[in-house]
Structures are given as structure tokens and as C-alpha cells.
């Protein structure tokens, strides 16, 4: 180890300074033991321009590794994403056409329901004009009855009349005759 004084001239200084010769070499003795301590825990977390440069090199290639490893992964899971985006196309595909069947599907209910209720409407109509023609012929049926019964009453009131005008004819006749 070199040591970046002179241990010698430390040591006639103590001297000079009032230490004994034996003294001064015990505490240069000491400081260069102290100084000895400090450097090796110093030394032991230094490392050397060679070995620097060989973690370097190694945390580099870690570095490195790394990067590939994230490319690789960001790829597969790209991938994943874009597989599962597809997946998600086809399902949601699948339920709109679901959908438009379901919609297909309550239109034709709708529709025949539709008319199916026309057809009850018009049946329902049909059913009335017949109940109205039925009544109308009814109706005519009583007229025509009501006509001819008027009618046969106008004949017997006119049989009567005439009857009865001939009655009185003959009796007028008759009492002319007495009479005259």
C-alpha cells in the first residue's frame, strides 16, 4: 500500500512536538492501521474500470432480453386482442341477427294479428249486414203483408160499400117502386 505522506516526517514532528520517539512510532503505527481499515472498506465497494464495464455489459444484455421479451409480449397480446376482437365481431354479428329475427318475427305476429283482427272486423260487418238485410227483408216481408191486408180490407171495405150501396139501391129501388 502507499501511503501520500511521509510517515517519517510525521513521526520528527511528534518528536519535535514533545512525544518520544517510541511514542510517535506507536501512533504513526496506529494512523497507518486506521488509514488501512478505511481504505479496504473503501476498496471493498469499489469495483475496477474492468469489472464496471463487465456489469455494464451484463445489465446491458438483461436490457436487452427485456426488451425482446416485452416485444414478444406485446405482439402475443396484440394478437390476443385482435383474436378476441374477432371473437367479439362474430358474437355480436350472431346477436344482431338475433335481434333481426326476433324483429322479423314479432312483424309477421304483428301482421297476422293484423289481419287476423280484419277479418274478425269484417266478418263482424258481414255478420251486421246480414242482420240488416234479414231485418230489411223482414221489414219488407211485414210491408208487403201490411199492403195486402190493406189491400184485402180495401177490397172487402169496397165489397161491403158496394154492397151496401146496392142495398140501398135495391131498397131505394124497391120503395120507388111501391111507390110509383
Known amino acids: ?3 501520500f505522506f511521509d510517515t517519517h516526517a510525521l513521526v520528527c514532528l511528534l518528536e519535535e ?3 518520544t520517539t517510541q ?3 506507536v501512533i504513526m503505527s496506529a494512523l497507518v492501521k486506521i488509514m488501512d481499515n ?3 472498506m473503501i476498496y471493498k465497494d469499489m469495483v475496477t474500470k474492468v469489472q464496471q464495464e463487465i456489469a455494464l455489459q451484463q ?5 436487452g432480453g427485456v426488451k425482446k421479451d ?3 409480449l406485446e405482439k402475443s397480446e396484440f394478437s390476443a386482442l385482435r383474436s378476441e376482437n374477432e371473437k367479439i365481431k362474430l358474437e355480436l354479428q350472431q346477436i344482431k341477427k338475433q335481434v333481426m329475427d326476433e324483429i322479423t318475427k314479432v312483424r309477421a305476429d304483428n301482421k297476422l294479428n293484423l289481419n287476423l283482427e280484419k277479418s274478425r272486423v269484417k266478418e263482424l260487418h258481414a255478420q251486421q249486414d246480414r242482420a240488416l238485410t234479414q231485418t230489411d227483408r223482414k221489414i219488407d216481408t211485414e210491408v208487403a203483408d201490411l199492403k195486402t191486408m ?3 180490407h180495401k177490397l172487402d171495405n169496397i165489397k161491403y160499400l158496394a154492397g151496401s150501396v146496392f142495398t140501398c139501391l135495391t131498397v131505394a129501388l124497391g120503395f120507388y117502386r111501391l111507390w110509383i
Request: glycine letters at 4%.
Open 59 to 63: 445489465v446491458m444484455s438483461h436490457i
Open 1 to 3: 500500500r502507499r501511503l
Open 17 to 19: 512536538n514533545g512525544f
Open 150 to 152: 190493406l189491400e184485402s
Open 38 to 40: 478505511n481504505l479496504d
Open 70 to 72: 416485452m416485444i414478444i
Open 23 to 25: 511514542q510517535s512510532e
